[in-house]
Structures are given as C-alpha cells and as structure tokens.
C-alpha cells in the first residue's frame, strides 16, 4: 500500500484543531500505526515526548502507547466498549473512533468527515438528571454518558462529564468538549470524595494545583466538582490546552493497568515507572522552568500526603508553546491511613523505599541526588520549603466536613517527623498534633492557601497557560 492511499483511510489526528497525521489498523487489536501528514512541520506546541521526533512513520509500540494512554480504563473500558458494539475491549482502534473527539488535552481524534456528522452541541441538564447520571455512572461505569456522546477520559474512578457556563450545567453532545469532571459518592468509601477535596484544597495552599474544586450535595447524594486544568472557557467557547500524562511520555503498557506503577518485585524494571525514570523525563523537556524541581516538591508532597496513588498517569506534562512543564497535582488523595489498610505502599520507591512509613526527609534529598538534575544543596532546599508550607498549609486550609479526624492526626504526624529528621513510622494512637504559634506560617515565602491574598483560584493559571498555547 503506498503512503498516499494509507493517508487517505483511517482516523484523522489533529493538535490544537491542526490535522498532524493519521491511525491505521494494526494486525493487533491494541495496537495501532501512526503516520504523520506528509510534509507537516511540527509547530511550537510538542505532541509527545514519547516519539515526536519520528517521521514519517512512528514505531508502533511507542505510538500505541501514547494513544492508547487516552482511553478508557477499566470497568468503563469494559462497560462502554460493550454499548458501543466494540466486541474486544482492548480494540484500540475502535475505542479512538468511537470516543477520541474529546479526550485529556488538546489532541483530537475521528473519522474524515465525523466534524458534519457529530456537530458539538450543548444541552442544559438539570440537577435531578445530574444525579441520575452520576449514580448510573457509579453503578454501571458508563461515564453517565449516552450514544450521542464522542468523550471518554481515563481512570478507574467512575465520572460524569460536564460543561458549565456561567451558573448552568450542559451535557456535552457529539464532538461538545467537557469543561467539568463530576465524581459520585462510592457507598464503599463514603468519606473518599471528602479525603480528595482536602487533598486538593492542601496542593492548592502549595502552589501544586490551581483549578477549582468543591463538594455538592450531600449524603448518598454527595459528588465532587472538579474544573478541568486542561480547558479554558473563553467566549462561550472551550479552549483545550495539550497534556500527556507520564506514562505515554514514557511509552508504557495502556492495556496493564498495573503498568503504571513501579513493580517492588523488580524495581529497575524498564516497562514500569520510576522516580529516577521520571526526573531523567522531565530533566529532558524543552525550554524554560524547572520541572525537575517541580516534581521533588510534588514527590515531596506526596509522601507528606500518604498518597499511595501518585503513579505514571497521575502525573502529567502541559506542552506549551516552545516549552513543557509539569502539569497541576490531581487525584492527590491522603488514602494510606484508611481504616483496615495493611500495606502502605507507593506508587514509586523514594530512595529505594516503596513503604511510605519508612521515609524521611533524607530520603527525599539522597533520591533527588540521584537524579543529577539539581544544583549543590537544592534538593535540600525544596523538601525543606516544601515541609514548611505544608505545616502552613495544615494551618490555614479549612478541614471540610466529614473529614475523618484521624487524617488530620496523620498528616501533622507525618510532618513532624520528617522536620524532625526521622522516618515516618507509626503514629501512636493518643498522639495529638502540637500547633505552632499564631502567625506562624513556615519557612518559605510566599506560601498561598485559599482564601489568602494572592492565591490562585478556578482557570486563572489555566488562562494564563492559555493564552501562551496555540488555540
């Protein structure tokens, strides 16, 4: 088959609305090839870390990877594929052309023609059939969604998509963009929507997260409203900013779920995450900032947290103009001290410790060392400001409520150890935080926390980020 007529077939790839190349079947179900336009001249905004540099054709691992990154995962994996025909669940082909109009970021996918066809429009929704979809979503793992929908966005968690502009709520139609990600309440974990709305509201008071999120609802009914950093409305109009998420940068497993951890059993395995692998990603992007740092700090967080969770697609990349930086925190959640946890592992070894209670703050400085990406005695100043403002943080961020008291508890815990310079350990059951002095507010300037002058709330970062991308 000559280049010309595979151009021709397929799925079309556009970046920003600019049509970059096209998806051909592979002789594998999960597999797909990718072909760039010919004679296209990447622009300033970079689609993948993970094989942009590759013409004409991309290596078909690496660019089913990055693709298949986008997709639905698990039981929403299974359960829409099943509505829509799609006999195997790991046809990637099929699950692009069926649900690639929207996905995470600024990269679009669908069949010429599709734009006539499946023309994005917006249809006021109510908040009773809001909460109808989201408990369908929860029960079923359908997204709430319907067959006129084109969206699909990855994670086990069930969601609602949703656009809101002004004070009204939309239900995206065909190729319509979402601007708001809805999560229900699992009768399984009750208090999981409130841990996450705390775990946010502390990333936000670091400078680590700068979209808006609160609780709706209440009870059984309760849901969490989550903005997208990744879209910007703009005239009525919704705007996308490009994202991959680390793992497609890193070219890992989109069918293995478990891909995206790091594997205790063999820790320097080369097709999975690592703390090294992606400090070395990042020490290699484009452009101004400090994404190296950036991630000491996230990591930093994340340990302060007891987010066993922060994996490979639980950290992202923006791509913009001449430039890439790490993306804001999200799904960051305090999860490691549920009631009956009996493993308090992460998702990545810091220092070549995966069990979070074995950590200290030497730990964080002697892995940042490792990496060869910082300067003398930097990594010894970003964990140090970074445990100052979260004390801050602990101090100012209002506890919402519901929120088990022993998560508070465990997170001052964890902070006095690391300041104290020992291993997190086990926190003993009559300890009670020690506050500090009023208006203390730690050790680093600057430090922003909701509510205070100069804290960054809902799209303004997003708009910012925006108006530096190519829309």
């Known amino acids: 088959m000559t280049s010309a007529a595979v151009m021709a077939d397929g799925l079309e790839v556009r970046l920003h609305g600019e049509l970059v190349g096209r998806i051909t079947r592979s002789s594998r179900r999960e597999r797909i090839e990718f072909q760039w336009l010919a004679g296209y001249a990447p622009g300033p905004v970079t689609l993948t870390e993970g094989f942009g540099s590759v013409r004409p054709r991309a290596p078909t691992a690496a660019a089913s990877n990055f693709f298949g990154g986008y997709a639905l995962e698990g039981r929403q994996r299974q359960r829409l594929t099943q509505i829509r025909g799609i006999s195997d669940p790991t ?23 599709a734009a006539r066809r499946t023309a994005p429009r917006y249809e006021p929704i109510s908040e009773g059939e809001i909460l ?32 809101r502009f002004g004070n009204q709520w939309y239900l995206p139609r065909g190729r319509a963009h979402s601007t708001h990600i809805l999560k229900p309440r699992l009768s399984g974990h009750p208090d999981g929507l409130v841990r996450e709305r705390y775990g946010h509201a502390l990333a936000a008071a670091l400078g680590l997260a700068h979209y808006h999120t609160e609780l709706a609802g ?8 989550v903005e997208r950093y990744d879209r910007v409305v703009r005239g009525g109009t919704v705007r996308l900013i490009h994202q991959e998420d680390v793992a497609q940068a890193l070219g890992l497993d989109w069918v293995d779920d478990h891909a995206k951890f790091q594997n205790p059993g063999r820790p320097r395995d ?11 990603l990042l020490g290699s992007l484009q452009g101004e900032g400090r994404p190296v740092a950036a991630f000491l700090r996230r990591l930093t967080f994340t340990v302060l947290l007891g987010d066993n969770d922060a994996h490979a697609k639980n950290l992202a990349i923006l791509h913009l103009p001449g430039r890439s930086v790490l993306a804001d925190a999200y799904d960051a959640v305090p999860n490691l001290f549920q009631q009956g946890r009996i493993d308090y592992d992460l998702a990545v070894a810091v220092d070549g410790s995966f069990d979070q209670r074995r950590i200290s703050a030497e730990h964080l400085i002697r892995e940042a060392r490792r990496w060869n990406a910082l300067g003398v005695g930097e990594a010894e100043g970003i964990v140090t400001a970074t445990l100052a403002d979260f ?12 929120l088990p008291p022993a998560v508070t508890a465990q997170l001052a815990w964890n902070l006095e150890r690391l300041q104290a310079g020992g291993e997190i350990g086990e926190r003993p059951a009559a300890y009670r935080r020690r506050r500090r002095p009023a208006g203390s507010l730690g050790a680093s300037a600057g430090v922003a926390h909701p509510g205070a002058p100069g804290a960054a709330r809902g799209g303004l970062a997003s708009l910012k980020l925006l108006d530096e991308a190519r829309s």
């Open 91 to 113: 046809d990637l082909y099929a699950m692009l052309r069926e649900f690639g109009s929207s996905i995470a970021g600024a990269v679009t996918i669908a069949e010429p023609g």
């Open 218 to 225: 209440n009870g059984a009914r309760q849901y969490l409203v």
């Open 391 to 402: 004390a801050a943080a602990l101090d100012h961020v209002t506890v919402p409520p519901g």
């Open 270 to 280: 080369s097709h999975r995450p690592s703390a090294y692998r992606i400090a070395e």
């Open 132 to 163: 109808r979809r989201l408990r369908r979503a929860a029960s079923d793992g359908d997204l709430g969604s319907d067959d006129q929908s084109r969206s699909m966005l990855a994670g086990l968690q069930p969601k609602l998509l949703l656009a």
